[in-house]
């Protein structure tokens, strides 16, 4: 599995694929950020990455199947379906009003699929908005408890503190401090810390 800094660059598996781990995936999250917090040195460059995530809201599935089994179960399914191919994928997407599907997957998991707006990845998908096995969240909050966590093991932080949030906010992610930590950011910190 090869994950590079941006976003275009996100090759969890083949063409025409196209997800974001770390925007939509828990199980993906917590093992890349071992991998971040295991560096040597730390610097905003690490987190450009985070940006992709957006400033609204995201689903983040939290269930037991791993990125290589929902890529595995789509693909049979959209196959079996007859709507791979981008000519009958985008045909199917047209049948909707709003131009998305869904699918359901063998764990009850809904999810949605959308054009893809990355070159040769035109099959655009994530979990669906209030889905079993997945939650809705603050992309904001997402991305600064993804960072808080890496920064926690990297400098053997023991807890979430204002201090540390506002840091990790202005200096790693170029977002306003807060006031309080509030029940959205520690929410998805605690889910994040598994």
């Known amino acids: 599995m090869l994950v590079n800094l941006q976003f275009k660059d996100i090759e969890c598996f083949p063409k025409p694929l196209l ?21 040597s040195h730390l610097s905003a460059q690490e987190f450009v990455y985070l940006i992709r995530i957006g400033n609204s809201q995201t689903d983040l599935y939290w269930g037991d199947l791993n990125i290589s089994e929902i890529a595995g ?10 709507i791979f191919r ?9 049948e909707s009003i709003w131009n998305f599907n ?15 707006e990355v070159e ?17 969240v603050r992309a904001t909050n997402l991305k ?26 202005e200096n790693w992610l170029f977002l306003p401090p807060v ?11 605690r889910l994040i810390d598994g």
């Open 102 to 116: 869904r699918i359901e997957i063998s764990d009850g998991s809904t999810w949605v699929f959308r054009p893809g």
């Open 19 to 39: 997800f974001n781990p770390v925007k939509h995936h828990l199980g993906f999250i917590r093992e890349w950020i071992g991998e971040e917090a295991s560096k």
């Open 144 to 169: 600064t408890a993804i960072a808080i966590k890496v920064a926690c093991l990297h400098f053997a932080y023991p807890d979430i503190d204002l201090e540390l949030v506002n840091w990790v906010r």
């Open 73 to 82: 179960e789509i693909t049979d399914c959209l196959k079996g379906r007859n």
């Open 179 to 189: 006031k309080t930590i509030g029940n959205g950011i520690e929410r998805v910190f």
């Open 86 to 94: 981008k000519e009958t994928y985008m045909a199917w997407l047209r």
């Open 120 to 136: 040769g990845r035109y099959l655009h998908f994530h979990p669906g908005k209030y889905s079993l096995h997945s939650m809705r």
